[in-house]
């Protein structure tokens, strides 16, 4: 299955991310975390991403475009992936498509975690963190039981700088302005789901997983019949393709070019030049230039169709 999780800052989409991870056995895939693996690994894209970094700059949409391509070759992305945290505007949500459809993996679902305004603000602004245990409390939704006290250890506890009212209200306006609109954009394709963030993390997580479970696994089986058929067709397309280029080949190096074969040599070879060449090999790649148009069905758009109706 292959999802793209939505939500503000403070919805808790990260917290489902890792359930689901748990659950379907697929990765997750967050933009930092994959920057952070290529920089490590010292990747060309590593580089680049590094040399953005230390420049004081973002790193492009095609560094990270880049690292999601090369971390979906991995084979423990072969059933899936959640990708949390990109796209996070609308052109890097129409690379990403672009790039999958490229790969045929096509986004199977978006799903929106959905949370009021009010509450993330109380989320992220309520936050307190112990600094010598690392307990999380929230004045609002988990207070400790003596104000600004450790329940676990009596330290006192913080009130990260990020978490003040006026970055946190910054940074849920920026979602605003570019993500959200993502919402619109799913939803005009059809992948749009959206289960309330609100209530017990488990509660949410059943809500994900009962939406997954009816609109993906359907879906899933029949995508999965068109993809396999993309891959056959594909595969014959790059085998007719070598056999045409190999056919030409070997017809521009007859001495005797028939005008149609020759036609097909500019197009195809314009590099080869001919060389006089044994006869005998001839009628063997003349078969192999003949099979190769026949495979061509196009069988495609009927499973296309079905899949809209299990939708
Ligand atoms: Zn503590």
């Known amino acids: 299955m292959r999802i793209v999780l939505l939500g503000a800052p403070g919805s808790g989409k990260g917290t489902q991310a890792k359930l689901l991870v748990e659950k379907y056995k697929i990765p997750q895939m967050s933009t930092g975390d994959l920057l952070r ?4 690994a010292g990747t060309d894209l590593g580089k680049r991403a590094k040399a953005a970094m230390d420049a004081g700059q973002l790193v492009t949409d095609d560094v990270v475009l880049g690292m999601i391509q090369a971390r979906l070759a991995k084979p423990d992305a072969k059933s899936g992936f959640i990708l ?3 796209p996070r505007n609308i052109p890097q949500a129409q690379s990403l498509d672009a790039m999958l459809a490229r790969l ?3 986004l199977q679902l978006a799903l929106l975690v959905d949370v009021d305004t009010d509450v993330l603000l109380k989320r992220l602004t309520g936050r307190r963190t112990c600094g010598s245990c690392g307990a999380i409390y929230n004045i609002y939704f988990s207070a400790p039981k003596t104000a600004n006290k450790c329940d676990k250890c009596g330290s006192a506890l913080t009130h990260r700088s990020d978490d003040n009212e006026q970055t946190v209200a910054n940074r849920l306006k920026v979602y ?7 919402v619109n954009y799913y939803k005009a394709q059809g992948k749009l789901r959206t289960v309330r963030g609100v209530g017990a993390v488990s509660a949410i997580f059943k809500n994900v997983t009962d939406i997954i479970e009816s609109q993906i696994r359907p879906l899933a089986d029949v995508m999965g019949k068109i993809e396999s058929a993309a891959a056959r067709q594909a595969a014959k397309t790059k085998a007719a ?3 045409k280029a190999a056919a ?7 001495a005797k070019v028939p005008p149609s074969a020759k036609a097909k040599t500019k197009a195809v070879a314009p590099a080869t030049k001919p060389k006089p060449l044994a006869k005998k090999v001839m009628p063997k790649k003349a078969v192999v230039k003949k099979a190769a148009p026949k495979a061509k069905p196009k069988k495609a758009p009927k499973p296309a169709a079905k899949a809209k109706k299990v939708k």
């Open 84 to 86: 949390d945290g990109f």
């Open 37 to 40: 693996a290529e920089v490590s």
């Open 176 to 182: 605003q302005q570019q993500t959200a609109p993502l």
């Open 248 to 254: 030409a080949k070997a017809a521009a190096k007859v």
């Open 241 to 243: 393709a070598v056999a």
């Open 104 to 106: 045929g993996q096509p």
